[in-house]
């Protein structure tokens, strides 16, 4: 049943944002349906998922928990039940599609293999829209549903550079398109490396042009930390304390930095990482402005409220943490956070058990998820990729089953036998 619904997600991903159905005041895209279908099965699987609990599960429901718990207090019972009943559809039920599904490196490589394809067969789209200024998927979605999804300031001006229009492809914002792009950029590199074929790196050149083609600072700065996260997986074992004591030091450096300058080390950070100076100080104005209802609202947020801001600021806020920690309060700001780092770590420190035959696919996993972590002070996963988030946190679960990954080195040994009698 999850292979099924593992199937429909990955299509429903890619599925133009014009196609949904209003029910009341909730819209309802495939991707909520699928991932709705996913947390009932789930319930019928519950044995199994507490059998298989760890820290993350633990984790990750207290967030939850809190998330729920500040939709209620600051939209009321009825409305703030629904709100954390979509927004639990997304969070959960992603989390335990990858988690039930993917429970092999055989599967976690199909999947992986399932998102790059289907990106690969789409690039040509995104020439096309890029230099021809010409959104044609969208337009035609348009015709089909009747719905105008995307903002009307993509089609003007400012979303042109070097005279390309920044693609959107399927999906309704560059960023988005970017950074889902960037998510499984690590995986084929490193596929390539590992046994190069025609087809991987045409694969390669297809993710990379996409992610060139959205001129969006969010997959180059992912890029970027993907090559630091590679240094620090690589080196990790012999090294951890030389990791730590850095992480340590940075981490007081930004304390220091915090206190000293007037803008904060978070509204200094993001006003750097990107490409357009104008966005950086964007964005430092919106932590500025949004600092001041998280320290007005620190436990239980303001929900998906208003927030204090001078008229000419956006309502948007670029920046997935930031607005987790606006919205539901510092304390499940910190949950999710310390929830995602500590799987980052533990994934780290179980590298050197793997079999060498899959060990590089939980590199990518590294790479990938510790990059959505960082870029996600600069970006806000709104839209399909907050459930991708949350799909790529539950995809690694496949690490912490020995006696499944003691199954797959049966059969590589065998594959490896029989290669061997080949020669």
Not at 76 to 85: C, Q
Not at 161 to 171: E, G, K, S, V, Y
Not at 200 to 228: E, H, N
């Amino acid at each position: 049943m999850f292979k099924f619904l593992a199937i429909l997600f990955v299509i429903s991903i890619f599925i133009p944002v014009e196609f949904y159905y209003l029910a009341g005041g909730l819209r309802l895209e495939a991707y909520r349906i699928v991932l709705a279908l996913v947390l009932i099965v789930s319930l019928f699987n519950i044995k199994s998922l507490v059998e298989r609990a760890d820290l993350v599960d633990i984790l990750l429901l207290g967030f939850v928990v809190l998330a729920t718990i500040s939709f209620m207090a600051n939209h009321g019972l009825k409305e703030g039940i629904e709100k954390a009943g979509i927004f639990s559809i997304e969070v959960l039920g992603a989390f335990y599609l990858a988690r039930n599904f993917i429970t092999t490196p055989k599967r976690y490589f199909k999947i992986n293999m399932a998102f790059i394809g289907l990106l690969t067969l789409a690039v040509g789209f995104s020439f096309y829209e890029s230099f021809a200024h010409h959104r044609i998927l969208h337009e035609y979605a348009t015709k089909l549903t009747g719905h105008q999804s995307l903002d009307p300031t993509l089609y003007t001006h400012y979303y042109i550079r070097f005279d390309i229009l920044r693609a959107t492809n399927l999906f309704v914002h560059p960023i988005l398109y970017g950074a889902l792009t960037a998510i499984f950029f690590p995986f084929v590199i490193l596929l390539l490396f590992f046994s190069f074929k025609t087809r991987y790196l045409i694969a390669t050149l297809a993710l990379l042009s996409s992610m060139l083609l959205t001129m969006s600072s969010a997959p180059m700065l992912s890029a970027v930390f993907q090559g630091m996260v590679a240094t620090l997986s690589r080196y990790w074992e012999g090294s951890k304390r030389f990791w730590l004591s850095g992480l340590f030091f940075v981490m007081s450096g930004a304390f220091l930095v915090n206190l000293i300058s007037n803008r904060g080390f978070f509204a200094l950070l993001v006003s750097h990482l990107t490409f357009n100076p104008a966005t950086g100080y964007y964005r430092m104005f919106q932590w500025q402005y949004a600092m001041d209802d998280v320290l007005d609202n620190p436990l239980l947020g303001i929900g998906i409220s208003e927030w204090s801001r001078p008229s000419w600021l956006n309502y948007s806020i670029d920046s997935f943490w930031l607005l987790i920690t606006m919205q539901h309060g510092i304390p499940a700001g910190f949950l999710l956070l310390f929830c995602c780092l500590y799987i980052v770590f533990h994934v780290l420190n179980n590298l050197h058990k793997q079999h060498e035959y899959y060990r590089w696919m939980a590199n990518a996993w590294v790479l990938s998820f510790m990059s959505l972590i960082l870029i996600g002070f600069t970006v806000d996963y709104f839209g399909k990729l907050q459930p991708m988030f949350f799909f790529v946190l539950g995809s690694i679960a496949w690490v912490s089953y020995p006696q499944l990954n003691k199954h797959m080195r049966v059969l590589v040994w065998i594959k490896e036998r029989k290669e061997r009698v080949r020669r």
